[in-house]
C-alpha cells in the first residue's frame, strides 16, 4: 500500500508538469492570437507548477527505484535548491501583488 501511494505522489508530480506545459502553451497561444499578456504575471505562474511537480518526483523517485546513496543525495541538493526557487518566486509575486493593492497618492 506505501509504494502505491509513493507512485501516486509521483504521478502527482508528472501531472503538474504536464499542467505547467499546458499553461505555457495556453498563453503562448493566447498572445499569438493578439491578447495583451502581463509578462510579469506570465513567468511565475507556468514555472510554479513546474518546479513543484519536478521537486515532488525528485523526493520519491530515486528511493523507490533503489538508487544509490550519491545519487540520493544529489537529487536531494537538487530539490533544496527547487524549493529555494519556488519560495523566491512566491515571495516575488506575494510582492508584486501587495504593491498592486496599495492606493497611490495623487501629486
Keep these: 500500500m506505501l509504494r502505491f501511494m509513493d507512485w501516486s ?62 545519487v540520493v543525495v544529489i537529487v536531494d541538493t537538487v530539490n533544496v535548491v527547487l524549493a529555494v526557487t519556488v519560495l523566491v518566486l512566491v515571495l516575488r509575486a506575494g510582492r508584486r501583488f501587495s504593491w498592486a493593492r496599495v492606493p497611490r497618492a495623487h501629486e
Aim: proline share 6%.
Design 9 to 70: 505522489i509521483v504521478a502527482m508530480g508528472c501531472a503538474l508538469v504536464l499542467a505547467s506545459l499546458g499553461v505555457r502553451w495556453w498563453e503562448r497561444d493566447k498572445g499569438r492570437k493578439g491578447a495583451g499578456l502581463d509578462q510579469g504575471r506570465r513567468f511565475p505562474g507556468a514555472w510554479f507548477l513546474l518546479l513543484l511537480g519536478l521537486g515532488m518526483i525528485g523526493a520519491k523517485v530515486p528511493g523507490l527505484l533503489y538508487a544509490p546513496h550519491p
